[in-house]
């Protein structure tokens, strides 16, 4: 297994597998993401048109099984401002860690700590300060639950972050089980990038 940024035609190559590879995690628990091949495409121009953004692949030989993205939290600002008005907090020294996604047989190998640590080496070179993403939250008895889900809150400490009091933003997908988009709140977590987690 290989860890590579990717970049321009890089980027390129592997967008189409990137995007299928999104569709494919994110349908489990908990975001139970309907996803769809044209919008994930799109969405993922916007790392290829930010020169902050990171894109971090996992190979296993020439086959994509895994990847992480981060861009400055700024990029975002239309989706998240709601969710820190009123905080003080300057968004310009955030670095929004935006997803990662594992094929399940790969994970518990380490690969989660590279993607961190690859995201927030790159934050540092940029000169941000502080390194957050969200996590989807839903009800504890909610139907579609798995009952083996460990949820990575002790994972996430672990590497010092924690979650900002308040901070929740709203984004809206379909869920599989749906037949129409809704808002889903997703949990802001943070770390201050010049302390040791």
Same mark, same amino acid.
């Given at each position: 297994?290989?860890?590579?940024?990717?970049?321009?035609?890089?980027?390129?190559?592997?967008?189409?597998?990137?995007?299928?590879?999104?569709?494919? /995690?994110?349908?489990?628990?908990?975001?139970?993401?309907?996803?769809?091949?044209?919008?994930?495409?799109?969405?993922?121009?916007?790392?290829?048109?930010?020169?902050?953004?990171?894109? /971090?692949?996992?190979?296993?030989?020439?086959?994509?099984?895994?990847?992480?993205?981060?861009?400055?939290?700024?990029?975002?600002?239309?989706?998240?401002?709601?969710?820190?008005?009123?905080?003080?907090?300057?968004?310009?020294?955030?670095?929004?860690?935006?997803?990662?996604?594992?094929?399940?047989?790969?994970?518990?190998?380490?690969?989660?700590?590279?993607?961190?640590?690859?995201?927030?080496?790159?934050?540092?070179?940029?000169?941000?300060?502080?390194?957050?993403?969200?996590?989807?939250?839903?009800?504890?008895?909610?139907?579609?639950?798995?009952?083996?889900?460990?949820?990575?809150?002790?994972?996430?400490?672990?590497?010092?972050?924690?979650?900002?009091?308040?901070?929740?933003?709203?984004?809206?997908?379909?869920?599989?089980?749906?037949?129409?988009?809704?808002?889903?709140?997703?949990?802001?977590?943070?770390?201050?990038?010049?302390?040791?987690?």
């Amino acid at each position: 297994m290989r860890l590579e940024i990717l970049a321009g035609a890089a980027l390129d190559r592997v967008l189409p597998a990137l995007a299928g590879l999104r569709i494919e /995690v994110f349908r489990d628990w908990p975001y139970l993401y309907d996803g769809d091949l044209e919008y994930e495409t799109a969405y993922l121009q916007s790392y290829r048109n930010s020169k902050e953004a990171i894109v /971090v692949g996992a190979f296993d030989g020439g086959t994509l099984i895994g990847a992480s993205t981060g861009t400055p939290l700024t990029d975002h600002a239309e989706d998240f401002a709601a969710a820190f008005e009123g905080r003080d907090i300057d968004l310009n020294c955030v670095f929004y860690c935006a997803e990662s996604v594992l094929l399940p047989a790969y994970r518990g190998l380490g690969l989660g700590h590279e993607f961190f640590d690859a995201r927030e080496s790159h934050a540092q070179a940029w000169g941000y300060s502080k390194s957050a993403f969200c996590s989807v939250r839903r009800p504890v008895d909610h139907p579609m639950r798995a009952k083996d889900y460990n949820p990575l809150d002790p994972f996430w400490r672990k590497r010092g972050y924690l979650p900002m009091e308040g901070v929740v933003a709203q984004f809206c997908w379909k869920d599989l089980d749906s037949s129409t988009a809704t808002d889903k709140p997703l949990q802001f977590w943070v770390r201050d990038l010049t302390a040791t987690p």
